[in-house]
C-alpha cells in the first residue's frame, strides 16, 4: 500500500526570532510535511496545492490576501499564541479558513509573569540588583522601601484564563481581589478565589494597589487605559500589563509617571515592540519592562506548538476543534 502523503504544514522559518523553535521540529514532523516559507516561495506552483494549515510561531504578521489566494487548499491558520491581534480575521474567515490559538498552553507562564513584574515593581527589585552588582557599592544598604503585596488589593481587568491563573496566585500572596469584565462576570471563578466583581471598570481602578491588564487586543481595548483612567488610579498604585502594548495610551503613561499620578508600572509589552531607544518611558526610574517574554519558557513553548498540532488536526480530520477563535 502506498504510503500515505502528510499534509503540507506551512511555517515562516525553523529557528532564530520568527521561526519555529528547533526542538519542536521533530514534534511536528511526526504529523506533517514541514515548508518554510522560503520554500514556498521558490515552488510556488508546485507547493500551493499540498498546503492545508499554516503554523504562526508567536505574533509574526505573515497573512495577507495575497498569500491567502496562493494557497487554495488552505483549511486552518493555527496561532501558537493566545492573542491573535495580528490576524485579519474577517478576511481569513473569507476563505472559509479557520483560526486557531493555543489559550490553555500560555496561561500558567504568562499569569507567572503577571506576578513576577508585580512583586519585582513593589520590592524593587531591579533598582536592588543594580545596587548589588554595581562597582560603585560599598555597603548594601538601599535609601528606599519597598511595599508588601500582601494584604494589598488587586485589580484584574480581564478575567479570561490568564486572569483566572494570575487570580489564583495572588489568593495564595493573600490579596483582596477585584475583577472586572466587558461581557461577562465569571461567577464560579469568583468563588473559587475569592474575588470581588466590579461592574464598572472605574471602580477597580479606584480601589486598586496593584492593576494588571489580562484583556484581548481589539478595537474596543485599544487604549482601554489612557489618562482619564490613570487619573482614576491611586497615586500609590502600580499599572502591570501582560496583555498588548496598544491597550495602554503610552504619552499618557509616561506623563502619569513622571507627575506621580500612579507611582509605577511593569510592562510586558509595550507599542512598538521593542520601543525607540530614545522613548521616555525608557528614561524612567519608576518602570520595569520585560521584551514580551510571558511565554517564553520550555514548557509553555512545547505546550503551545502541541496545542497548535491538537488544533490542525482538529479542523484537517472535521472533529471538534479544542480551541477556535471565532471573528466577533
Ligand atoms: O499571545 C500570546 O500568547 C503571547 O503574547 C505570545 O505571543
Known amino acids: 500500500m502506498a504510503k500515505q502523503e502528510q499534509p503540507g ?45 499554516v503554523l504562526i510561531y508567536e505574533c509574526r504578521p505573515v497573512i495577507d490576501r495575497e498569500l491567502l489566494q496562493s494557497l487554495p487548499h488552505l483549511k486552518v491558520i493555527a496561532n501558537s499564541g493566545v492573542g491573535v491581534d495580528h490576524l485579519d480575521l474577517k478576511l481569513i474567515s473569507s476563505f472559509g479558513v479557520k483560526v486557531t490559538n493555543t489559550p490553555h498552553a500560555v496561561s500558567d507562564s504568562t499569569a507567572d509573569i503577571g506576578m513576577a513584574l508585580m512583586l519585582a515593581s513593589a520590592r524593587r527589585l531591579v533598582e536592588g540588583c543594580q545596587i548589588a552588582v554595581s562597582p560603585q557599592t560599598e555597603h548594601f544598604a ?50 473559587a478565589v475569592g474575588a ?31 489618562k482619564r483612567e490613570l487619573e482614576l488610579m491611586k497615586p500609590t498604585a502600580t499599572l502591570i500589563n501582560i496583555s498588548r502594548g496598544a491597550v495602554v495610551d503610552h504619552d499618557a503613561l509616561v506623563e502619569a509617571l513622571q507627575n506621580g499620578i500612579i507611582k509605577a508600572a511593569a510592562l510586558d509589552v509595550t507599542n512598538p515592540e521593542p520601543l525607540p531607544r530614545d522613548h521616555p518611558l525608557l528614561k524612567l526610574k519608576n518602570i520595569i519592562i520585560t521584551p514580551h517574554i510571558g511565554t517564553a519558557t520550555v514548557q509553555a513553548t512545547r505546550m503551545m506548538t502541541e496545542e497548535a498540532v491538537a488544533n490542525i488536526q482538529a479542523v484537517l480530520n472535521g472533529l471538534p476543534i479544542p480551541s477556535e477563535v471565532i471573528p466577533q
Open 9 to 53: 504544514l506551512l511555517i515562516v522559518e525553523i529557528g532564530g526570532v520568527r521561526g519555529v523553535l528547533e526542538g519542536h521540529v521533530e514534534l511536528l514532523k511526526k504529523h506533517f510535511h514541514l515548508i518554510t516559507m522560503k520554500e514556498f516561495l521558490k515552488k510556488k506552483e508546485r507547493l500551493s496545492e499540498k498546503i492545508k494549515s
Open 142 to 191: 538601599a535609601d528606599w522601601l519597598g511595599d508588601e503585596v500582601t494584604g494589598a488589593t488587586l485589580g484584574i481587568i480581564g478575567m479570561g484564563s490568564i486572569g483566572y491563573k494570575v487570580a489564583k496566585r495572588a489568593k495564595a500572596f493573600e490579596m483582596k481581589i477585584l475583577y472586572h469584565n466587558r461581557n461577562q462576570r465569571k461567577e464560579e471563578e469568583e468563588q
Open 196 to 226: 470581588r466583581y466590579c461592574e464598572k471598570m472605574e471602580d477597580l481602578l479606584q480601589q486598586s494597589d496593584f492593576v494588571i491588564l489580562v484583556v484581548n487586543l481589539t478595537p474596543q481595548t485599544h487604549k482601554l487605559i489612557g
